[in-house]
């Protein structure tokens, strides 16, 4: 039998997750955390995943970080079966605000963002909670048209019940907020517009989610979050809250540390699977993985693993993960992007030759270069090298030919070590260091070789 299907398209009843970024700054380490923690949530359950925009907030959000976004968890190898913007959403919201009005589940209130702020100063003064005192509610329909026609025009407030919110956390256990604990949250601005809260709690009710996983930075914001799904007569999902991440000093990471958003750790060179290893890491009592693919991490993916200590981001543990993984990579995961490069005769011979000896991708541009494009020798010991050259094959250098060959220039010459080998680097490669002789031979050939080894550029 065919599953029913939510009004927006998924399979009832399928674990779906949602991550929801706002397009207000760049992505940061910690965003992408949390978006790849749903997203493996989601996939070892063989679930959905919803992209969700929350661009209602006209104010502070930037249409064109929108495309940035997609591009930087694409670039982290996320995807996902669903995309909303909740900008294009504003009938829905509409319409779900129409039906607590019409329940009495919301009042109007007039206080301009001045006064709600003067009086949460003077809560907090007093040693009270800066919790909204229900002014509006009280107001009778003469004091409501005085301060309408002063030009006033309402924001909305959700009417919270007077009895406890209770719910079992994923990852934090059993929470509990009384209802003096919590303000009565604003659904609608008075520019007509649908507040985070609000639109979030329509959109998980209209897109089915099931599950909530985010920072426990909204641990509050889940208590007025049911409240207002059970006030629109949704089913509430589970929800599951994570220790926010710290960075190496121990603070809060921030979206404006530009060090730490995926946009500049991508310039810089890291790993994508490398950062995804050790995000998924974070946290857990595992170490981070070296992976070949997204998909490797899903095998002993379990949300329990997660404690509830903040852990923190250590820039140079991910560096020096994300070089074993670059090492790791297998010729047909990077073949792609050795094409992107514009390396398309690269083969397989040259990536394992080479690989070993990276600490970013870019470098293999370098030592391409070395092997396809002229280079002028290094020559340090003329006579050493000649007698190399004497010494060369007359066939093809294969790999078992080159390390045969170094192995009788060893014996004739007597040298081993650095007196073998730099001279014989100097002069083929430039540097002192680098790949293996015995594989960066072939890919060099015979001709190449011997012009080098006599100064000559080639």
Avoid at 55 to 75: G, Q
Avoid at 159 to 175: H, S, T
């Amino acid at each position: 039998m065919t599953p029913p299907r939510s009004r927006n398209g998924r399979p009832a009843l399928t674990t779906t997750v949602r991550f929801a970024p706002s397009p207000t700054g760049r992505l940061h380490v910690g965003n992408a955390r949390t978006a790849l923690i749903n997203w493996l949530f989601a996939r070892s359950r063989s679930g959905w995943v919803l992209l969700r925009i929350d661009d209602t907030d006209l104010a502070r959000s930037d249409p064109t970080l929108i495309p940035v976004i997609d591009a930087d968890l694409r670039w982290l190898g996320l995807d996902w079966d669903l995309v909303a913007r909740q900008s294009e959403r504003l009938d829905d919201y509409d319409q779900a605000f129409e039906r607590l009005r019409a329940a009495g589940r919301v009042y109007a209130c007039y206080e301009t963002s001045e006064e709600l702020d003067a009086a949460r100063r003077q809560a907090r003064a007093a040693g009270r909670p800066p919790l909204y005192d229900r002014t509006g509610l009280r107001l009778g329909a003469a004091e409501r048209a005085r301060l309408e026609a002063e030009g006033r025009r309402p924001h909305w407030r959700f009417a919270l019940p007077d009895d406890p919110v209770r719910f079992a956390d994923l990852i934090q256990g059993e929470k509990r907020f009384s209802a003096g604990a919590l303000s009565d949250p604003v659904v609608r601005r008075a520019d007509g517009s649908p507040t985070f809260l609000f639109a979030s709690a329509v959109d998980d009710a209209a897109f089915g989610i099931t599950h909530v996983v985010r920072g426990e930075d909204h641990v509050t914001n889940t208590a007025v979050q049911i409240r207002l799904m059970q006030g629109l007569d949704a089913a509430v999902p589970a929800f599951a809250h994570l220790p926010l991440l710290l960075d190496a000093a121990g603070a809060p990471l921030s979206k404006r540390l530009g060090s730490l958003d995926l946009g500049a750790l991508q310039a810089e060179g890291v790993e994508p699977l490398a950062l995804a290893s050790y995000l998924a890491a974070l946290g857990t009592a595992l170490a981070p993985r070296t992976i070949v693919a997204l998909g490797d991490l899903l095998g002993d993916f379990r949300l329990e693993a997660y404690g509830r200590a903040s852990p923190r981001f250590d820039p140079g543990a991910l560096e020096r993960h994300s070089v074993e993984t670059l090492r790791a990579l297998p010729y047909a995961t990077v073949r792609p992007r050795l094409v992107a490069s514009g390396l398309t005769e690269a083969g397989e011979d040259f990536w394992l030759a080479v690989r070993p000896n990276l600490g970013r991708f870019a470098e293999v541009a370098h030592w391409w270069a070395v092997c396809r494009a002229a280079l002028v020798p290094v020559v340090e010991d003329p006579d050493y090298l000649e007698q190399a050259a004497s010494l060369l094959p007359d066939r093809d250098l294969d790999r078992p030919a080159a390390e045969a060959w170094i192995d009788r220039l060893k014996h004739a010459t007597g040298r081993k070590g650095r007196a073998l080998y730099r001279p014989l680097r100097l002069a083929l490669t430039g540097r002192e260091h680098g790949p293996a002789l015995g594989h960066l031979l072939p890919i060099l050939g015979r001709e190449r070789v011997l012009a080098r080894l006599r100064g000559q550029t080639a």
